[in-house]
C-alpha cells in the first residue's frame, strides 16, 4: 500500500520569506499526489494536484509543487509567504479509491 | 453549490452512548468517504460509498461503526458504545472523480 512522509512536523518562518514544505511518497504503482491545507476550525481544502502531464503544477494562491518520480517527492514550495499562509497542510496520495495523508506540516508564518 | 456539509459539528457525549453523525455530500457527487483524524495526524481512511455501495471499509472501522448512504445520497457513521480512543474529528468527502474530492468542516467528537 502507499504511503506518505511529511519530513517537518512544523515549518515557522518570516512574512514573504521562501518556504518548502517537504513530502515524500511510496508506491508501487502509479499515483495520483495532492496538497490540501486546513485553516484553524475549518475542512481541508485542495490547494494543488497532480494526475498527469507537466511534474510542476501551481495553485492560485502562489504556491507550487513539483512531481520527481526518481526521488518520489512532491515538495510545496511558495517563493514568497503571508501571514494568511499560516495553516496546516497535508500531503496525500492517491491510488483508485484509496487516498493516504501524511501527519501534516503546521505552517506558521511571523510577522 | 452549498459544499460539503456534516452535522452536527460539535458533539460531546459520555462513554458507552451511541452517537450519529450525518453527511450530505454535494449533490451530482456519487463517491463519498469517511476518515477520522486525530490531533496531529493526517487523516485515516474509514470507509468509502460509491452512490450507496459500501465498497471499502478500513480496519480501523470497528464492529462498533456502520456507515450507511441510502439512496446514495447523504450518509451517517454511527458508533456504538463509544470509547474515550473514539475522540476524533469525523471528516467527511465526496468526489465525482477519484481524485478530486472535497471535503466537510468535520464533526469534532469528544468522549468524555
Known amino acids: 500500500a502507499q504511503s506518505v512522509t511529511q519530513l517537518d512536523s512544523q515549518v515557522p518562518v518570516f512574512e514573504e520569506a521562501p518556504v518548502e514544505l517537504r513530502c515524500n511518497y511510496s508506491?508501487?504503482?502509479?499515483?495520483?499526489l495532492f496538497w490540501y491545507v486546513q485553516y484553524p476550525n475549518q475542512g481541508l481544502q485542495l490547494l494543488l494536484k497532480?494526475?498527469?502531464?507537466?511534474?510542476l503544477v501551481e495553485s492560485i494562491n502562489g504556491f507550487e509543487a513539483e512531481f520527481n518520480k526518481s526521488q518520489t517527492s512532491f515538495h510545496l514550495r511558495k517563493p514568497s509567504v503571508h501571514i494568511s499562509d499560516t495553516a496546516e497542510y497535508f500531503c496525500?496520495?492517491?491510488?483508485?479509491?484509496?487516498?493516504?495523508f501524511g501527519a501534516g506540516t503546521r505552517l506558521t508564518v511571523k510577522p | 453549490d452549498t459544499g460539503v456539509s456534516q452535522n452536527p459539528r460539535h458533539k460531546i457525549t459520555k462513554r458507552g452512548q451511541n452517537v450519529t453523525f450525518r453527511c450530505d455530500p454535494i449533490s451530482e457527487h456519487n463517491r463519498l468517504y469517511w476518515y477520522r483524524q486525530t490531533l496531529g495526524q493526517g487523516p485515516e481512511f474509514l470507509t468509502y460509498?460509491?452512490?450507496?455501495?459500501?465498497?471499502?471499509k478500513s480496519r480501523l472501522l470497528s464492529d462498533r461503526f456502520s456507515a450507511e448512504r441510502p439512496k446514495g445520497s447523504f450518509s451517517t457513521l454511527e458508533i456504538q458504545r463509544t470509547e474515550q480512543g473514539d475522540s476524533a474529528m469525523y471528516l467527511c468527502?465526496?468526489?465525482?472523480?477519484?481524485?478530486?474530492?472535497?471535503f466537510g468542516q468535520g464533526t469534532r467528537l469528544t468522549v468524555v
Open positions: 468527502a465526496s468526489s465525482l472523480r477519484t481524485h478530486e474530492a472535497f
Open positions: 497532480y494526475l498527469s502531464g507537466s511534474t
Open positions: 508506491s508501487s504503482v502509479s499515483v495520483y
Open positions: 496525500a496520495v492517491s491510488v483508485g479509491n484509496d487516498m493516504r
Open positions: 460509498f460509491q452512490n450507496e455501495a459500501q465498497l471499502e
